[in-house]
C-alpha cells in the first residue's frame, strides 16, 4: 500500500507544536528551527505565521545571546 504524506501545513504545524513543548533545548538551534519554519510558511503565503514565528526567533535569540552577539537572529 502506498504510503500517505500528510500535507505540508500539517506538517509544519506538528513541529511548531513540537517547539511549543517545554524543555531543555539549545538556543542556537531553537533559534534556527524558527526562523526555518516562519520562512516556509511565508513562502506559503501564511504571513502572519510567518512573523509570529520570525518574532518569537528574534525574541527567544535575543533573550539568549544579547543585542552585540551574530546568534541574535535579525
Same mark, same amino acid.
Given at each position: 500500500?502506498?504510503?500517505?504524506?500528510?500535507? $505540508?501545513?500539517?506538517? %509544519?504545524?506538528? /513541529?511548531? +507544536?513540537? $517547539?511549543?513543548?517545554? /524543555?531543555?533545548?539549545?538556543?542556537?538551534?531553537?533559534?534556527? %528551527?524558527?526562523?526555518? $519554519? +516562519?520562512?516556509?510558511?511565508?513562502?506559503?503565503?501564511?504571513?502572519?505565521?510567518? !512573523?509570529? $514565528?520570525?518574532? !518569537?526567533?528574534?525574541?527567544?535569540? %535575543?533573550?539568549?545571546? /544579547?543585542?552585540?552577539?551574530?546568534?541574535?537572529?535579525?
Amino acid at each position: 500500500a502506498p504510503s500517505r504524506m500528510p500535507p $505540508l501545513d500539517a506538517l %509544519l504545524a506538528r /513541529g511548531v +507544536a513540537r $517547539l511549543n513543548q517545554p /524543555g531543555e533545548r539549545d538556543p542556537s538551534d531553537y533559534s534556527e %528551527l524558527l526562523v526555518m $519554519l +516562519a520562512r516556509t510558511y511565508d513562502r506559503m503565503g501564511e504571513i502572519d505565521a510567518a !512573523r509570529s $514565528l520570525a518574532s !518569537r526567533a528574534y525574541a527567544h535569540s %535575543l533573550a539568549a545571546f /544579547g543585542t552585540d552577539d551574530a546568534r541574535t537572529v535579525e
